[in-house]
């Protein structure tokens, strides 16, 4: 029988960008600030670990390992069904080699027909569940009710694995209607976590001075990895509505990063615009501190997704800077926003809505709870996040040693 100072927990993920490489930092920092017992094993694409601090990689306890980028290739440019099958074996492969008493599968959505069709894990496993939706009651076309019935049918299948333990889900409306489909599993909900950073006033102030924030106006914060699902064509053609005085009184900031081809799809949107909204592009990845200096020197945040599914960290981070959303009233986050009052959601498909959404914001009509920002804040912590899977875990271990 293992001593629990020898127990390996491995964690892995086929992706790095987005959130996914601070999901797993907050992990390995909570593991390592808190001297948690036994051996951590990262697998990882290539450069997780450059990322973190020196001692971490010192640690005799703490292991990074790269999933070769030829694996990463064959496995992700192969098609949509062969793909769930080829990362999964990708996991097995690695999980195989550690033989862990745990692992921990960053982004479950992505392995489910693996875990339930494929190879027999050697191992307990737990996982995030970002996208669950069948749980909305919406009105849908045909080809969406077919999406969610085909995601129900999949994630049933997918419970009935004898490896599945844990499931933590961002989307914590989904935890009952999952938890009555699968007894066994343990369904649980899920921080979704935010890193607070310090900074002044002089630091958010010098951030607008280089932005080039002109005075007098409202500022309206687009965050994120600039897609098209993030509702960006939607909020300027409701700018483009605006009158000339209405929009002499508001900026736009888009940030984070974009591909070529939508980079052109949206400056041809801008350039279309014929009125003194000033729009602000700012087109590169962010992290860290300025992320913060973004947040709290803007007036609204803007998370008009288009018919987003689950939670998003943007909701939580707006919380963080006491800013209100201006929001899509769709799904779990479209609820919450309204259920505690973060600002106002609207149907983020209409330019007319949003529009009117944001004349309320330049009139300061926009009404919103600071107390319930602040309580959610506290609730999605990145040490919350990672406390509550690993202390989950750690039982799962210890009461399999026992």
């Given at each position: ?20 490489s ?8 909570y ?19 450059a990322?973190?601090?020196?001692e971490?990689s ?7 390992v790269?999933i ?5 290739h ?10 769930a099958f080829?990362?999964?074996?990708l ?14 599968l ?5 392995f489910q ?5 494929g ?5 307990p ?13 919406m009105t ?13 049918w ?17 989307d914590?409306?989904?935890?009952p ?33 280089t932005?080039g924030v002109?005075?007098?106006r ?8 600039l ?24 900026a ?5 990063p974009i591909t ?7 400056d ?7 009125n003194?909204?000033?729009i ?5 990845e962010?992290?860290?501190?300025p992320?913060?200096a ?13 018919r ?13 800077s006491e800013?209100p ?5 769709f799904g ?7 259920k ?18 944001f004349?309320?914001?330049l009139?300061g ?5 600071l ?10 912590t ?10 989950v875990?750690?039982?799962n ?6």
């Open positions: 029988m293992a001593e629990r100072s020898s127990m390996k927990l491995l964690i892995f993920d086929t992706i790095l960008n987005g959130h996914h601070d999901y797993i930092t907050y992990l390995i920092d593991w390592y600030s808190n001297q948690l017992p036994g051996q951590l094993f990262v697998v990882t694409p290539r450069g997780l670990a990322s973190l601090p020196a971490y010192a640690s005799s306890r703490l292991h990074f790269e070769t980028e030829q694996e990463l064959l496995a992700q440019n192969a098609s949509r069904l062969s793909r080829a990362e999964w074996n996991y097995i492969k690695y999980a195989e080699q550690i033989r862990p008493a745990h692992a921990m960053m982004y479950f959505d992505l027909l693996g875990i339930w069709l190879k027999k894990s050697p191992c496993v737990s996982g995030i569940y970002f996208r669950p939706s069948f749980h909305y009651g849908a076309s045909l080809k969406e009710k077919a999406v969610v019935l085909r995601k129900k999949l994630l049933k299948g997918v419970l009935t694995s004898s490896a599945l333990e844990n499931l933590f889900c961002l914590k409306s989904s935890v209607l999952i938890q009555e489909m699968a007894p066994r599993v343990k369904v649980l909900p899920l921080s979704d976590p935010v890193r607070r950073y310090d900074v002044s006033d002089r630091d958010v102030a010098a951030l607008r001075t932005l002109e005075e007098q409202k500022v309206l914060l687009l965050f994120g990895y897609d098209d699902r993030k509702g960006i064509e939607p909020v300027l053609d409701a700018i483009s509505l605006l009158s000339p005085e209405e929009s002499s009184r508001l736009l900031i888009l940030a984070g070529d081809e939508y980079r052109k799809v949206v041809a949107r801008i350039a279309s615009i014929q003194n909204a000033q602000i592009c700012h087109y590169k962010i992290k860290g501190a992320i913060q973004l947040f709290d020197g803007s007036d609204y945040v803007l998370t008009l997704y288009q987003h599914v689950g939670m998003s960290s943007i909701v939580i981070r707006a919380a963080l800013k959303l201006i929001s899509s009233d779990y986050m479209g609820a919450l926003v309204k505690e009052a973060l600002g106002i959601a609207v149907n983020s498909e209409s330019a007319v809505a949003i529009s009117e959404a004349r309320q914001a009139r009509n926009i009404t919103f709870s107390p319930a920002m602040r309580k959610l804040a506290e609730q999605n990145s040490q919350m996040f990672a406390q509550q899977i690993l202390e875990i750690a039982e271990t210890a009461t399999a040693a026992h």
